[in-house]
């Protein structure tokens, strides 16, 4: 159909391959699409090593501090004392590396919009919604190590030192 009206209005004009635009559109942005997905699992698996070594540092710092959660049971701290003890650390810790973060970002951002695809390099959006994710997975990578802390026997943790 689309030969025929082509035809109908210049004999002149060849019509080799046609296409729908929306295909052509499609062709046309295959790197775009494969850079973004690409930028996307680097972003998953940074979350991923981010979620470990959060809880690598939550985990040992509350493994060097089993005598002074131990201390703290044995005077009378109750348990939801030492779950705020040990996610406060947590949060803390996120709190820096998302202000870090951020600004880093903020740096890099005018740099690594051409890798961008539907969002701009100041998303309010994304601005907003990485450092509640990211204060989310400290509260699960945290979540562990409290609950071993809780299980502290104060006679135990005493007579080990």
């Known amino acids: 159909a689309v030969r025929r009206e082509l035809t109908a209005v210049d004999r002149r004009v060849a019509v080799f391959r046609t296409i729908p635009l929306s295909s052509h559109i499609g062709q046309a942005l295959v790197g775009d699409r494969l850079t973004a997905a690409l930028v996307a699992v680097c972003g998953a698996m940074a979350l991923l090593l981010a979620s470990v070594g959060l809880y690598g540092v939550i985990a040992y710092a509350v493994a060097t501090r089993m005598r002074e959660i131990g201390v703290r049971v044995a005077l009378g701290a109750r348990p939801g004392h030492i779950v705020r003890l040990v996610l406060g650390e947590g949060l803390l810790v996120t709190s820096a590396g998302v202000a870090f973060g951020l600004a ?22 994304t601005y907003a919604v990485v450092p509640a994710l990211l204060a989310l997975v400290a509260l699960l990578a945290a979540l562990a190590p409290a609950r071993r802390a809780l299980r502290v026997q104060p006679t135990t943790v005493l007579r080990q030192e």
């Open 104 to 125: 880093l970002a903020a740096a890099a951002a005018r740099t690594l919009e051409s890798l961008l695809f539907g969002v701009t390099a100041s998303d309010p959006t």
